[in-house]
């Protein structure tokens, strides 16, 4: 069973720019969503994915986008990079949408704005 | 609003120091409590779920139950390798809200 994937694992970006980062789901998975970790903080919803369409989006702006493809694979998009964007990002797939089941992690990005 | 909260932030135990780790919730409508263990610089790693008041879960030295309002992560005897933060969640709709954690250090 191959577990999420996400790359790269570290980043820096200068603010205003823009990054994707990607994530290979668990094998069976079907929904993947997205979370955003600051330093000492809980993750945080910024949206899931399911049938490569989104499937609910937690407090952040739209420059936060996002993709999922029909190996429900998916990508983060930020735009206008801030400051403040600096967190881990992490990944993480399950077997439904519906909050009935495990999120399985994947490792994470280190985003660091400068 | 849906809430999530962890105490204590952090708590440091020496090996073979019984201990309990809190998580208590606003959240209506309980659809499970999940606990995971996130080791520095990786990803949580999933534990266990809880569904319903009374239920238990055990896996090698730790134990989570859950009462209406709340959660527990009893960890007995613990070791050195169990230091890592745990983090409680809840679902609402279809996201999870998560606590801060529990820092969890064990000293040898």
């Known amino acids: 069973e191959t577990g999420v994937t996400q790359s790269p694992t570290h980043l820096i970006k200068t603010r205003g720019q823009q990054v994707t980062l990607r994530c290979s789901s668990q094998s069976g998975h079907n929904t993947v969503s997205w979370y955003q970790q600051a330093l000492g903080q809980g993750p945080q919803f910024i949206f899931q994915y399911y049938r490569e369409e989104e499937n609910g989006r937690g407090n952040f702006p739209p420059r936060f986008s996002g993709l999922q493809f029909p190996n429900y694979s998916s990508e983060l998009n930020v735009n206008a990079l801030e400051l403040d964007d600096s967190a881990l990002y992490l990944c993480a797939s399950s077997f439904s949408p519906l909050g009935d089941s495990p999120l399985h992690f994947g490792n994470g990005t280190r985003l660091t704005v400068t | 609003e849906d809430q999530v909260t962890q105490s204590p932030e952090a708590l440091r135990l020496q090996e073979g120091e019984s201990s309990s780790l809190n998580c208590s919730y606003t959240v209506s409508g309980l659809r499970g409590l999940f606990w995971y263990r996130q080791d520095p610089g990786k990803g949580p790693e999933f534990l266990f779920t809880?569904?319903?008041a009374g239920e238990e879960k055990e896996k090698e030295r730790l134990k989570a139950t859950l009462t209406k309002k709340e959660s527990f992560l009893h960890i007995t005897a613990p070791k050195p390798e169990d230091s890592a933060t745990y983090l409680c969640?809840?679902?609402?709709?279809?996201?999870?809200?998560f606590g801060t954690g529990t820092s969890l250090t064990v000293i040898p």
């Open positions: 969640a809840v679902p609402a709709g279809n996201q999870f809200y």
């Open positions: 809880l569904y319903s």
